[in-house]
């Protein structure tokens, strides 16, 4: 792993490109983490990768996105004071109380009064922890739920979009071999885009079914893994695939469940494009 | 009327993260313009989904919100760590991976060249686009999948049916290129 005693430039490079694997990256990351040497290494090779996002195509977020986000800024900083606000109060009262029973031992019975309002004060402040975090749960899972139905209303769009398009391709999946079963594609290679559906089988326990794009030249594209939730709408995947990719055909293979980067099963559906 | 060292792009990153950790929402909405288009562009890239991208884009800021007092200017630069956490969260997010926690602390980014202004910004989208462009495609694909699909170099193998050294060979030189331009 190591040249003597600090990582090698190559490893430095391969680890902040993030093309190490877990177990590798996490061993480097260990070592950089106790050898200053390594971390500022490390830390410039991360620095001069980092600067390919100039390389993406540039988008501004929606101003929408903006507001939300400081609102939801201005929500945390209420929530801390409010739970800041009664342990000022509480702190001061009780260095008062302090005082004015030490200046006069006649004013004792005023902790009567005192340290029962200092407990109902924790019990009403124990009650509106409570109650907030309560709050900020459905704050949260309500938030999860708006992305959950903005991420729908896009799929939903960009299906639209794509059966709407005049240079979009239909492609039926007749079975392969012994297989039973049937499908259809619908291809966009100016959007990059697939949707399909196939009517097959169950597949055997630990198996899935994944779609390929078959280029003229060069190693299939994955197109996605046909499991449920796995960009599904209803009983339809749709997949990004990289643009203008020469599609030769389209297949379905049965794979490990999860899929897999290549091919490796057996053909169950396959259609010419 | 702006006065000295509160307008736009005079204000310095840790200047304004200095605020931030007073909590200083004007600050925040600041560092928020400056650089929430490369964020949400760089988690775009890699999610191919607007929704998942504006969410890794609130992460991110919600945590220099929340830690900015923990940020050493001496790891680092601001803008670098994030694009790197950008980077980070949405590969996790694509590749089903854990989150990222004590990103923070443990990595350092150094930036070699200044991306505060926007001016520098739009300099650096001329260089590293021509950068990119210019490479030879075996590069270009194997530091892509690396770094916007956070392939290893196993699975890039796997994927272009290249040895496991030549995948490693062309990210290599293809990042000594990039180096070479920008340095």
Known sequence: ?273 | MATAGTSGEARSDWSLLARIAQKDEEALSALYDRYSGLVFSTAKRILHRTGEAEEILQDVFYQIWETAERFDPERGSLAGWLLVAARNRAISKLRGKREWAGELDENGVTLSVEIESRAAQNLLLDRVRGVMENLPEGQREALECAYFEGMSHTEIAQKTGQPLGTVKTRIRSALERLKKVLG
């Open chain 1, 1 to 273: 792993m190591t040249n003597g005693e600090h990582i090698r430039e190559e490893e430095l490079e391969l680890l902040a490109a993030g093309a190490l694997t877990d177990d590798e990256a996490a061993a480097l990351q260990a070592h950089a983490s106790g050898c200053e040497e390594c971390a500022l290494k490390l830390a410039q090779s991360r620095g001069d990768v980092a600067l390919l996002t100039f390389a993406t195509k540039q988008e501004r977020p929606a101003g929408t996105v903006k507001a939300e986000f400081m609102a939801r800024i201005r929500a945390s900083r209420e929530r801390e004071e409010h739970f800041a606000w009664p342990l000022r109060r509480r702190t001061s009262n009780a260095s008062e109380a302090a005082e004015y029973v030490t200046g006069d031992k006649t004013v004792n019975w005023l902790n009567w009064v005192l340290v029962p309002a200092a407990v109902a004060l924790a019990v009403v402040s124990l009650a509106l922890s409570w109650q907030n975090r309560r709050v900020s749960q459905a704050l949260e899972k309500q938030r999860h739920a708006t992305q959950a139905l903005l991420n729908e209303r896009e799929e939903t769009n960009k299906l639209v979009g794509l059966l709407a398009a005049g240079d979009t391709i239909t492609v039926k999946l007749a079975p392969a071999a012994e297989t039973v079963g049937s499908g259809v594609v619908k291809y966009n290679g100016r959007m990059g885009m697939v949707v399909y559906s196939a009517q097959l089988p169950a597949p055997p326990a630990g198996k899935s079914y994944q779609m390929w794009l078959v280029r003229a030249n060069g190693a299939p594209i994955n197109a996605g893994v046909m499991e449920k939730g796995a960009h599904a709408i209803g009983p339809v995947w749709m997949a990004e695939v990289p643009a203008n990719a020469e599609a030769k055909a389209f297949a379905v293979t049965l794979e490990p469940a999860g899929g897999v980067p290549q091919p490796t099963g057996p053909k169950v559906l396959i259609g010419a494009s």
